[in-house]
């Protein structure tokens, strides 16, 4: 019988036609200690009634406005009383094993502090994300994407996971922190799981815990506020997390990284607007986020040997990249 509850909290932004499905399959979750937290992050379109009409027993959180999937998820975890802590985007579905399945695994062992699902295209056998892994520029990049889900089918130590659908470890997150309030959207799970990463906690993917996961619907991929917190976010996590030695070591790296995003977003995707302003906010955020890097700093027990082994090439990375860019 299960002993510690488990807290799942979903954050909402006018997804009320993604609601349904999505709680429905947490309800029908094989493990019985379990509580539940919707988070309305100011929707207009009725999901917080919808919530009160349809799902009374679920704890629901409306907020006055959006604060984004970090301050979403901060808010949730303030009334969150769970042992384990998973978030779980709107536009997911779960199978009714799921959370027994990641609390076994955390129960495994000590050094694992999280959780990778493996996270499919809803109505399709693909992988939207069978973890995350960090290149020698110290960008997040997923594992697997868009492999066929049979290429991922066995347990695996990941760097990081995409908090689609994720569990932590509350003491994991009392050790590194949890997401960054700063980041509102997008690499806000790059930057948690760099630090945890960097502190020595590992990430179990369970490839028997499969999510169907409608990619992007809350945002769209390369909507303008996509992009933007991309740009700025990206630019930040590398200030923040990187070890100092790697800073210098793979400098050249991160400038082709930077350019090639330029290249990608301004020349092909004529995102330039949107681009340019998350640079340029980036800056302006500098010191605050050179303030917080001397804490993650401190944090890392990870050898300088150990972090460079698990680095991806940012060669590698790109060349990925560019073959998953002609399949789309």
Not at 177 to 186: A, C, P, S
């Amino acid at each position: 019988m299960p002993t510690a509850l488990a807290s799942i909290i979903i954050v909402n932004f006018n997804g009320k036609p993604l609601l349904s499905r999505c709680i429905e399959s947490v309800l029908c979750q094989r493990y019985e200690r379990i509580e539940v937290i919707v988070v309305d992050n100011g929707s207009n379109d009725g999901s917080a009634t919808f919530m009160r009409q349809h799902f009374p027993q679920i704890k629901l959180i409306p907020l006055p406005k959006n604060l984004g999937f970090t301050g979403g998820n901060i808010e949730g975890l303030r009334h969150a009383t769970g042992t384990y802590v998973a978030l779980l985007n709107n536009d997911a579905i779960l199978p009714p094993n799921w959370l027994q399945l990641m609390v076994d695994a955390l129960e495994s062992d000590k050094a694992v502090g999280f959780c990778s699902s493996r996270i499919i295209i809803a109505g399709t056998t693909l992988i939207d994300s069978a973890g995350d892994t960090f290149t020698t520029a110290f960008t997040g990049t997923k594992v697997g994407e868009l492999a066929d889900m049979k290429e991922f089918n066995e347990r695996r130590y990941v760097p990081g996971a995409c908090a689609a659908a994720v569990i932590y470890k509350r003491e994991m997150l009392d050790d590194i922190g949890f997401l960054d309030e700063d980041f509102f959207l997008n690499h806000e799970d790059t930057d948690l799981n760099l630090r945890a990463w960097l502190a020595g906690w590992k990430c179990l993917f369970i490839p028997e815990a499969t999510v169907e996961h409608h990619v992007s619907t809350t945002i769209g991929k390369l909507s303008e506020t996509s992009v933007y917190y991309f740009a700025r976010n990206s630019l930040w996590v590398w200030i923040k997390d990187t070890p100092t030695y790697f800073l210098f070591r793979y400098f050249h790296h991160r400038i082709l990284y930077e350019l090639t995003s330029f290249a990608f977003f301004c020349l092909i995707a004529g995102r330039w607007r949107p681009f340019l302003r998350g640079k340029y906010h980036s800056l302006k955020g500098l010191l605050r986020m050179l303030r917080k890097r001397k804490i993650v700093q401190q944090k890392i027990r990870l050898s300088r040997e150990e972090i460079h082994q698990s680095l991806t090439p940012l060669s590698g990375y790109l060349r990925e990249r560019l073959t998953l860019l002609r399949r789309q």
